[in-house]
T-cell receptor
């Protein structure tokens, strides 16, 4: 079975540039989550979708961050403009039954903003 | 008080040792609890769910204490391959941030 697929694996960009991270959840899972991980703050939930609808975006840092889920098999997280403090590993995860069922994580995207 | 707190460690133990981690949570409305394992530079992976009555999976035992608001993970007969960071996850099941991860406890098992 294919797991959660994220792309790119690594992204290096300059401050001010737009960054788009992509995620394909596990087929049949109805919930999708975007997390960010840093040494200082650990894993932070940015946003999660249930049946393609954003349910909780309280973790999105600011207006520079946006996330979409146009269909059940694809989601994007966009940062525009990017800043050095956005450097982190961004994980996408999916689950079959929302926040009460275990999460399956993708390999993550390691973002470096210089 | 932080929502989910873990001792970051590291816990350095020899092979064969028994080691236990605790995780405290602040929201008494929390309803679901999990332990995840994360290897260096890898994604977190579910280790086990934590049930009210406690549960065991091979060498791993998880316990929940609602009165004191903590969960625990016990690893018996530690193996080198158990070396990883163990993340505690709590679900508040209410409006707002739903799944909260602790920062993790690092375990290093040596031969």
């Amino acid at each position: 079975d294919a797991g959660v697929i994220q792309s790119p694996r690594h992204e290096v960009t300059e401050m001010g540039q737009e960054v788009t991270l992509r995620c394909k959840p596990i087929s049949g899972h109805n919930s999708l989550f975007w997390y960010r991980q840093t040494m200082m703050r650990g894993l932070e939930l940015l946003i999660y979708f249930n049946n393609n609808v954003p349910i909780d975006d309280s973790g999105m840092p600011e207006d520079r961050f946006s996330a979409k889920m146009p269909n059940a098999s694809f989601s994007t997280l966009k940062i525009q403009p990017s800043e050095p403090r956005d450097s982190a590993v961004y994980f996408c995860a999916s689950s079959w039954a929302g926040i009460n069922s275990p999460l399956h994580f993708g390999n993550g995207t390691r973002l470096t903003v210089t | 008080r932080k929502e989910v707190e873990q001792d970051p460690g590291p816990f350095n133990v020899p092979e064969g040792a028994t080691v236990a981690f605790n995780c405290t949570y602040s929201n008494s409305a929390s309803q679901s609890f999990f332990w995840y394992r994360q290897d260096c530079r890898k994604e977190p992976k579910l280790l086990m769910s934590v049930y009210s009555s406690g549960n065991e999976d091979g060498r791993f035992t998880a316990q929940l204490n609602r009165a004191s608001q903590y969960i625990s993970l016990l690893i018996r007969d530690s193996k080198l391959s158990d070396s990883a960071t163990y993340l505690c996850v709590v679900n508040a099941q209410q409006a707002g941030t739903a799944l909260i991860f602790g920062k993790g406890t690092t375990l290093s098992v040596s031969s």
